[in-house]
């Protein structure tokens, strides 16, 4: 099974109730961006959080390695939404096919982790390379403090592969995301004792 076949069935498996609304983390993050930002949705699943930011006023590209989510929003959103939502099929594993210093703010929440140390840098190369010079890099990253980290095979340095269906997570802590999210942008806020969608996260907040 490929990655875009796991993650469709997942999907499927996994979307949350049309009711769900924008997450806890992405109400915190829309603080941050400027007024009428353009805004990258990195993973953006089922979309809550893409719709969510549109009302606001943003134009937003949600981008998911899965049909089955990129069809959830385009289920979801209003007519009075669709002109601020682009919908995009993305491997961030790749680079990202948008030019320079394209987005005002780039959003992912937890969906950046899922690689080696050699594509993880280029995951946040590339964040760093879209985003214009003052925006805001919103990241929510696993913990180390995860379960999962416990029952978890170590491929390379806090990168497990996790039973049963093997697949392979990054964990972080606050050091970690600081050297690495160093290399890129000054950070504004970043914890490590989030509530929404595990039991702890983080968020990175950026300004390049």
């Known amino acids: 099974m490929n990655d875009k076949e796991y993650w469709d069935n997942k999907h499927i498996e996994h979307l949350p109730p049309k009711e769900s609304g924008v997450t806890e983390f992405g109400q915190l993050a829309e603080t941050y961006f400027v007024p009428q930002s353009r ?3 990195l993973g953006a699943g089922a979309g809550m959080d893409s719709i969510y930011f549109a009302g606001k006023g943003h134009a937003v590209e949600a981008t ?3 049909d ?72 929510m990253l696993n913990s180390k403090r995860d379960h999962e980290v416990a029952v978890g095979r170590e491929i390379e ?15 972080f802590d ?10 890129y942008f000054e950070t504004l806020f970043l914890d490590d004792q989030g509530n929404r969608l595990r039991s702890t996260g983080g968020l990175e907040g950026g300004r390049d």
């Open 157 to 171: 340095k806090d990168y497990f592969e996790i039973p049963p269906d093997g697949i392979r997570k990054r964990y």
């Open 64 to 66: 998911d390695l899965s």
């Open 68 to 139: 089955t989510a990129l069809s959830r929003i385009r289920e979801d959103l209003s007519p009075e939404l669709a002109d601020r939502v682009a919908i995009k099929n993305l491997d961030i594993s790749k680079p990202f096919p948008y030019p320079d210093q394209s987005f005002d703010a780039v959003y992912a929440s937890v969906s950046i982790h899922y690689f080696d140390d050699k594509t993880t840098e280029q995951v946040f190369s590339e964040i760093h390379r879209v985003i214009k010079p003052g925006g805001i890099a919103a990241l």
């Open 174 to 183: 606050i050091d970690s995301t600081q050297v690495r999210a160093g290399k």
């Open 39 to 41: 805004v990258l949705d």
